[in-house]
């Protein structure tokens, strides 16, 4: 791509999501592992996210349990692709996955999670956060996407337009992929 249009492309994504910037702090195991959970939204994935997306708001507990339990953390890396996954925990000492992380569960000594930076190998990011099903929402349960990457969702100039648009390339994806 020639550089003016680089320029251009990245001067739009900024405009979009944010400006791409790396982390405030990366943990030690999120450079060199991925999560196993790890998929680029893509029209293939976008579309098994819909389903079970569906599924879950059509109200199997299995799912509407698992989801509101454990979010989905997203990452737009800094060429604009959508990056998701569960939060894992990694053993430190042997690098092996053991669990995904629920939300407000803290994690015991010898054991690390995998957060936003390890979804794209600890790169600079524009904005990130957690993709939830949200069970106290009246007047009715729905999936919710926040900004809630303490190191790519709420740092300073971030926007709710940033969120916005992030939110509304998944759901164009998703529609898609109908």
């Not at 997306?53 to 507990?61: D, Y």
Request: proline share 6%.
């Amino acid at each position: 791509m020639p550089r003016r249009a680089g320029a251009k492309k990245a001067a739009t994504l900024d405009r979009v999501f944010g400006e791409a910037l790396a982390p405030d702090r990366i943990d030690s195991l999120e450079t060199e592992l991925r999560p196993q959970s790890l998929h680029r939204l893509s029209r293939d994935t976008a579309r098994l996210l819909k389903q079970m997306m569906a599924v879950t708001e059509k109200g199997l507990g299995v799912t509407r349990y698992v989801y509101s339990e454990l979010p989905i953390l997203w990452v737009v890396d800094s060429v604009g692709k959508l990056w998701f996954s569960i939060e894992e925990v990694v053993n430190t000492t042997t690098r092996e996955y053991i669990f995904p992380r629920a939300r407000n569960f803290r994690t015991a000594k010898g054991m690390q999670k995998l957060g936003h930076p390890s979804l794209i190998e600890a790169g600079p990011g524009r904005i990130g956060g957690e993709i939830l099903f949200d069970l106290g929402r009246k007047p009715t349960a729905a999936w919710c996407i926040t900004n809630a990457s303490g190191r790519y969702g709420t740092r300073p100039g971030r926007t709710p337009d940033h969120l916005a648009n992030a939110a509304k390339g998944v759901c164009q994806i998703r529609h898609r992929a109908a």
